[in-house]
């Protein structure tokens, strides 16, 4: 691994240190709200501070931003440090053993490092950009399917854009139907991390921030996978996105737009 990512794993292991001492007495953990969908923890937050001491005592002249603190560093900075400290809150409060540290680098508004770990089972994804996608040091690819009714999904649609656009209720149910499988797992992070890995052939995100999916963007296209927003149109920043295989992807964006009309 390069530098920078050795420092971003050294950063997720001292916060799953503190993540994997809570999960063993979830009873004692304190759990806010940050809208009327959308929990909180204080390890959430103790999870991210660690991590941003640890980069920014590395790189001091690097700029942060956290899900849950925002934007912090050095603001003339071309690097900036992408943080979400518990990607999957609500899996974690409930003792679900599926959620993600996830850290990404941005330089000159790339991405050149992404780190997905999960704290529960030590896997680590990594990617640098034009050096590949790895899952444990091993190379990961996307998978070979070709056929959207062989295709196993994953999506993550908040029930906030559900209640908002009851397009995507359609889109869910047709995803049911004309692929293979569809999954909900509570986790962005970790979808694209198995669609990089080919566990999953495709994925589908609404409404998504950008450290929901900044890190695992980079490990799909490390992989081979490709990314576009739903109409099939530039890529991710406005929290719509589409990863998937090249084969995968045409089929699945013609099942996008005929249950959204986009």
């Known amino acids: 691994m390069s530098?920078?990512?050795?420092?971003?794993?050294?950063?997720?292991?001292?916060?799953?240190?503190?993540?994997?001492?809570?999960?063993?007495?979830?009873?004692?953990?304190?759990?806010?709200?940050?809208?009327?969908?959308?929990?909180?923890?204080?390890?959430?937050?103790?999870?991210e501070e660690i991590i941003r001491e640890t980069l920014l005592a590395a790189y001091p002249k690097h700029s942060f931003l956290g899900e849950e603190s925002g934007f912090t560093g050095d603001v003339s900075s071309n690097h900036r440090w992408i943080v979400d400290p518990i990607d999957g809150t609500?899996?974690?409060?409930h003792g679900f053993p599926h959620y993600a540290i996830c850290i990404a680098l941005e330089v000159d508004r790339k991405i050149e490092h992404a780190l997905i770990y999960n704290p529960v089972?030590?896997?680590?994804?990594?990617?640098?950009?034009?050096?590949?996608?790895f899952l444990n040091n091993r190379r990961i690819r996307i998978s070979s399917r070709v056929r959207l009714n062989e295709a196993l999904l994953s999506s993550a649609i908040p029930s906030r854009e559900l209640k908002a656009n009851p397009?995507?209720?359609?889109?869910?149910?047709?995803?049911?139907?004309?692929?293979?499988?569809?999954?909900?797992?509570?986790?962005?992070?970790?979808?694209?991390a198995y669609v990089?890995?080919?566990?999953?052939d495709g994925f589908?995100?609404?409404?998504?921030?950008?450290?929901?999916?900044?890190?695992?963007?980079?490990?799909?296209?490390e992989a081979g996978g490709l990314i576009t927003d739903l109409a099939g149109e530039g890529e991710y920043m406005d929290g719509?996105?589409?990863?998937?295989?090249?084969?995968?992807?045409?089929?699945?964006?013609?099942e996008v737009a005929k249950a959204t009309n986009a």
């Open 167 to 192: 397009a995507l209720i359609e889109l869910q149910t047709t995803l049911r139907f004309e692929a293979g499988g569809l999954r909900s797992t509570g986790s962005a992070a970790l979808d694209l």
């Open 240 to 254: 719509n996105i589409i990863a998937a295989t090249p084969k995968i992807l045409p089929a699945l964006l013609q």
């Open 196 to 200: 990089a890995a080919g566990y999953l």
């Open 121 to 133: 089972t030590n896997d680590l994804f990594t990617a640098s950009r034009g050096s590949g996608a």
């Open 90 to 93: 609500s899996n974690f409060i």
């Open 3 to 47: 530098p920078m990512l050795n420092t971003a794993f050294a950063a997720a292991r001292a916060a799953a240190l503190v993540i994997n001492k809570a999960a063993l007495n979830l009873d004692d953990v304190k759990v806010g709200r940050k809208s009327s969908h959308e929990m909180v923890t204080e390890i959430d937050q103790a999870a």
């Open 204 to 221: 589908v995100g609404v409404g998504l921030k950008i450290w929901d999916v900044a890190a695992g963007v980079l490990l799909v296209k």
